[in-house]
Each structure stands twice: as C-alpha cells, then as structure tokens.
C-alpha cells in the first residue's frame, strides 16, 4: 500500500508521516469500557483476512475522546502502536471500520510482509442524516436481505433505515388490532412479526443504524381499503384513499399508528408517508365536500394537509416526530418533510423552517436502472453511478439551509426488484451514495472513488460476510 488515501468514504484529512507497521506484527487489542464488542469484531474480521490479533504484538488501541467530534474518529499509525480514537461509540466503530479497511487492502496479495505506512486519518461525516429507504411493501424481503443491506449501509457509515413497510399492495409489520391487514399479498405474500421487527432493529441498533418505518395515508392504501371499504369515501368503490372526513376514519388510523409506534420503541421518527393522493374521490364524496365548506376551505388539498397534519400532531402527542413526503402543501413547522419531485422544492420549503430530507428521484432513486443495459424498467431514467456520486444540488444553498437541512437518503423501490434482486440494484449506487452523504464536497473526486472503490473490490472487501 502506497499511501493512506484508499478509504471510502474519503476521508477529510489525511497527514502522511514516515515508516510503515507490518500487519503481522499487530496485536494486543485494547478497548474502554462499554466498547468491548468492537475488540472482539476487529479480531475476528482481522481473522477473516489471515491476521491473528489476539497474539501479543504491536499494540491496537481503541480509545474515546470527548475532543473528537460525534460519529467522527482519529486512526494513528507508527511502527510501535496503531490507535484508533472516537468521539462517541459510534465514531470508534467507524474508525475500526477503516482501519479493517486498510488492513484488507494491505493483505491484497496475502499477508506475509504487508505492511500499512504510517500517518493519521482524521474524519467525521458532512451530513448527521445519511439515509437509505428500502421499500418492504412491494416485494417484502427475508430478513437476511435486510440484514445484509444494514450491513453494507454500516459498512458504508450510512445511518438511517427509512423502512417503506405499508403501500396498497401489502401491510408488512404484524398487527394484532387488525390482523387482515396482513394477508395482503401484494407481489409476494408475507409481513415481518413483531418478534422479526426486533431482531431487524436490534441488529441496526448494533450497527449505529436509526430505523424510521412508515406507514402510508390518506393515499397508497388501496388493499387496505379494500378489506375495510367503510374507511373510503363510497365503500362500493374503494379506492386507494381513505375518506378525509369519516371519524371512523381518524379512530381506525390513531389505533393502527400506536400499534405500529409500539413495535419501534427506539424510533423517535416516524414515517406517516401523505404522497400521490388523488383528489377524485373527495371531490365526488359529500362528508368530505361538507367537511371542507364547514372548516372555510377552498380547495380540497387544503382538507388534505388538515388530515395530515391532524394526524402528524397526533404522532407528536405519542412522542414521535412524523416525517411526511413533500406535496407541495406545507405541514406544521415541526413535521420532518422528505423532498422527492424536484430540487427546486428544496429552495420553495426553506420558507416554512421544516427540516428536510433530500431524496430527488431522479439522483437518488436506485430503482431507476443503473445502465441503459439494464431491461426491466426502461421506462424509466437512467441513474447510473456517477449520477448518484455528483448529486450536489444543495451544495448552492447549503449555507442558507443551514440545520434545516438533515440529509440525503437514496430510495429503492421495490415494484420491479424481487427480494434476490435487491443487492444488485444497490451495488455499486449505495458506495458512490457513500461519499455524497459523508463527504464535504471538497474531499468528492470521481476518478479518486473509483480507484478507491476498484481497490477495495479486488481486495473483497464489499462481500466481506463478517463486520
Ligand atoms: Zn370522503
């Protein structure tokens, strides 16, 4: 290994000092108190790569600093000792996790006289929002894949889990209260029970992975409404909204969103969706045309974002922040707001002072194909990887945005992308994604990345199964 400048995401500095440490010679793991795990995982990836860690040997120090920044870590390397310090847990698990970087792309010919050269690489993340939205709905996967997908998203420092669990053709977390919801087969049949949701979040939690899960309404609910037709505006035709003015409506749904809070304890954000209703069946409903003459409304999308934001307020009252997807209707200051249709509503929004997420489709959704090669859906736009890598569009009003603005999150929807197919859309999308989320602008070079990411691939280190 030539120099230290191998690591993706790339990180902020990098100060080269002389000689080198033979990996061979490391050992002597140490770890402060409440981190001991991360001791055991170093060693055992280490072994992966025919490193033995648990001999004695020039020391492995794993330390916290209150003078390192949140989820920011420093690695120093000399011949005598390689210390890897963390502002936080989290900090130090990213920090080992570069350093097994540099130790799988030193053992890239085999370990015998491989040697790491010395310096200090100092990071921290540019965004505290670094998200990744799996759609379950669609086609629900196995809890493996979602496993391996919060494995590669830590394996990549991306931290939050936008989990798309409800859409019109299924309703995947268990519910109790409503158990019909859950024979919606939508493409593939299935719902995770509330025993899978823990596992699945349990294993995020250990990987510093925030899961946000949604739930859709007053639109997308269409197999929903089919088994509870009385929740629509005319039960003969159901549709996919539910009727904005039956208070039958308003019971079910405070019911549906306490049992599905309960099943996320450790989520203190909620996704309430609020996307793509269509107005035809309020504007023909007479409750929902009363209910809108009576509140002094002109317009129905007006009813609409009343309704949502009554039930973001009643998100709020559980001690939840909702998040809901940008309309073009503004909700309560403090409702989260996920931009999607274009970047100009990111400018349009910052009026209202919501926080926002930034998921434009046509830079950040991975569904889209990632080469023109790709036949399934050719209809839609190419997104091919240096299109995600380049998506800088807030980079213009970064400073005006200001803490207004949480985040990226890249989306994968699941319309056309069976289960086996999941990893393949997000390879290599989700690495280039990587440096978008994590990287200052300054540190982004295209052709860097994909010597970077070329390296690390030969070396194995994507399908390295352990972390
Ligand atoms: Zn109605």
Redesign the pocket.
Known sequence: MENLDVLIPRPQSIVAAPGVVKVESLGSVSTPQGCERFGGELIRNAGVLGLDLTQEGVPVKMILSSEIKVESFEITITPDEVTIAGGDPAGLFYGKGAFEQLLCIAVIKGTRGSEIPCGKVSDSPRFGYRGFMLDSARHIQSVDTVKKVLALMAKLRLNVFHWHLCDSQGFRSESKLFPELNTLAGMTPGYYTAAEIKEICDFAAEHFITVIPEIEMPGHSKGLLALHPEL??DPENPGKEF????KEVREFLEKLITEFVGLFPASKIIHLGGDEANTE??DK????QKLMKDKGLSDIRQLENDFMNDMAAFVRSLGVTPVTWFTGSIMEESTIIQVWRSIWELKETLSHGNRMIFSVHDQLYLDYPCTAAEPFENWMPVLCESGVYNTEPFAAWEEEIGDLLLGPETCLWTETVPDHRVMAKLMPRLVAFSETAWCPIAQKDWFSYTKRKDVLTAGGWFEMEAL
């Open positions: 629509a505006c009727c904005l003015a039956k069946h309020w409903c007479p409750a929902c």
